[in-house]
């Protein structure tokens, strides 16, 4: 059989269909593949953290220490890739300090009305018990002598207690001041702290989306090179001449 136009027409056609196959698959082939995209290996014998033996390692790092590095580990896990905007990152950030805050306040405020109620206590006690004695004295028999130094010793006793009450209650508050400022000095230092690492961020965050809009456009570009190319081809075959059906025995 003699090839005929038609047909080599067909199979540019064809050719042609394959072509924008590849280049759709060149470009829908990342997200094709994370959709279809399974693990590799079985989960255990994935390379993640042994937590268990992490911990165990832990055990011979001071607390503070470990406090420390799970704070820095915690505030670069906000960054570690660029899904979120800085302004996002941020939000996030101020969120989660409002939240301790918050959390600081209440703890301060259950812990003063403890005291509080633990003072109230043991005054309400203080004075049942001054009363009761002053009640079983009354009743007996004793001379002006001793009864002025029985109410001179109650008297003495009563602004004893509220002396210690008083101390107690400044200590307290000076505790609590000492408390609310390292609370505060240790917001601030974390505050400090993210700034630096959220401007180093803000960086690499511009210069990323820099890169990939870069990448995009040249993305576009090639395709558009090629679509010209695929129908300059196309084109010249167009233009030669017909060639008439037929067969040859």
Same mark, same amino acid.
């Given at each position: 059989?003699?090839? #005929?136009?038609?047909?080599?027409?067909?199979?540019?056609?064809?050719?042609?269909?394959?072509?924008?196959?590849?280049?759709?698959? $060149?470009?829908?082939?990342?997200?094709?593949?994370?959709?279809?995209?399974?693990?590799?290996?079985?989960?255990?014998?994935?390379?993640?953290?042994?937590?268990?033996?992490?911990?165990?390692?832990? !055990?011979?790092?001071?607390? !503070?220490?470990?406090?420390?590095?799970?704070?820095?580990?915690?505030?670069? /896990?906000?960054?570690?890739?660029?899904?979120?905007?800085?302004?996002?990152?941020?939000?996030?950030?101020?969120?989660?300090?409002?939240?301790?805050?918050?959390?600081?306040?209440?703890?301060?405020?259950?812990?003063?009305?403890?005291?509080?109620?633990?003072?109230?206590?043991?005054?309400?006690?203080?004075?049942?018990?001054?009363?009761?004695?002053?009640?079983?004295?009354?009743?007996?028999?004793?001379?002006?002598?001793?009864?002025?130094?029985?109410?001179?010793?109650? !008297?003495?006793?009563?602004?004893?207690?509220?002396?210690?009450?008083? @101390?107690?209650?400044?200590?307290? @508050?000076?505790?609590?001041? #000492?408390?609310?400022?390292?609370?505060?000095?240790?917001?601030?230092?974390?505050?400090?702290?993210?700034?630096?690492? $959220?401007?180093?961020?803000? /960086?690499?965050?511009?210069?990323?989306?820099?890169?990939? @809009?870069?990448?995009?456009?040249?993305?576009?570009?090639?395709?558009?090179?090629?679509?010209?190319?695929?129908?300059?081809?196309? !084109? #010249?075959?167009?233009?030669?001449?017909?060639?008439?059906?037929?067969?040859?025995?």
């Amino acid at each position: 059989m003699r090839l #005929t136009c038609m047909q080599k027409l067909g199979l540019s056609g064809f050719i042609r269909t394959l072509v924008l196959f590849g280049v759709l698959l $060149h470009f829908a082939g990342p997200a094709f593949a994370e959709e279809k995209s399974a693990p590799l290996v079985d989960d255990k014998y994935s390379l993640k953290a042994d937590r268990a033996a992490m911990e165990k390692l832990r !055990e011979n790092i001071p607390a !503070e220490k470990r406090a420390e590095n799970d704070e820095k580990a915690f505030m670069a /896990q906000m960054m570690t890739d660029f899904s979120k905007t800085p302004s996002e990152v941020r939000g996030k950030f101020t969120s989660i300090l409002s939240k301790k805050r918050d959390a600081f306040s209440k703890d301060m405020n259950k812990t003063r009305e403890t005291f509080t109620k633990t003072q109230t206590t043991e005054r309400e006690a203080f004075t049942k018990s001054q009363q009761e004695r002053r009640e079983k004295f009354s009743k007996s028999k004793v001379s002006s002598a001793e009864r002025t130094e029985f109410y001179s010793k109650l !008297e003495g006793e009563r602004k004893d207690f509220y002396s210690a009450q008083k @101390e107690k209650r400044d200590a307290f @508050e000076e505790d609590v001041k #000492t408390k609310r400022k390292d609370f505060d000095d240790y917001i601030r230092s974390k505050n400090d702290e993210f700034n630096q690492l $959220h401007r180093d961020y803000t /960086q690499r965050y511009q210069d990323n989306k820099k890169a990939q @809009e870069e990448l995009k456009k040249q993305a576009k570009e090639k395709k558009k090179n090629f679509d010209k190319d695929l129908e300059k081809e196309y !084109e #010249t075959i167009k233009a030669k001449p017909a060639t008439p059906l037929g067969t040859e025995e």
